[in-house]
């Protein structure tokens, strides 16, 4: 059973940065594709980024393409979502999850961590 921990939420303001960090809590994220996903309240989940198990395909939604940037640091097994730009609509938890490929379904996943974006 793969476990994922999410960190680095947190309140910025509008214009600021954060990053946030996956990391499995029993083994290496290195043979799976992990995504982020967020849910805001009254939203429909939305999935910002994936990146595959051999790191050579990225995807972003449109939202946020340009300002978020997904990124595997394989000596500390662990995945980060660069934030940049941020702004009162990304304002909502985010999940990361994985799989053995980027799909629709990911199979596993983490607990969240909110993100609030407001001055």
């Known amino acids: 059973q793969l476990q994922l921990v999410e960190s680095g939420g947190g309140l910025v303001q509008p214009g600021g940065s954060l990053k946030l960090s996956c990391a499995p809590s029993?083994?290496?994220?290195?043979?799976?594709?992990i995504a982020w996903y967020r849910q805001a309240p009254g939203k429909e989940r939305e999935r910002v980024s994936c990146?595959?198990?051999?790191?050579?395909?990225?995807t972003y939604a449109d939202s946020v393409r340009g300002r978020f940037t997904i990124s595997r640091d394989h000596a500390t097994n662990t995945v980060y979502l660069q934030m940049n730009s941020l702004k009162p609509e990304d304002t909502a938890t985010y999940y990361c999850?994985?799989?053995?490929?980027?799909?629709?379904?990911?199979?596993?996943w983490g607990r969240g961590t909110l993100v609030t974006v407001s001055s």
């Open positions: 029993n083994v290496t994220t290195e043979t799976y594709a």
């Open positions: 999850a994985a799989d053995y490929v980027c799909t629709t379904f990911m199979n596993w």
């Open positions: 990146v595959n198990s051999h790191d050579t395909f990225t």
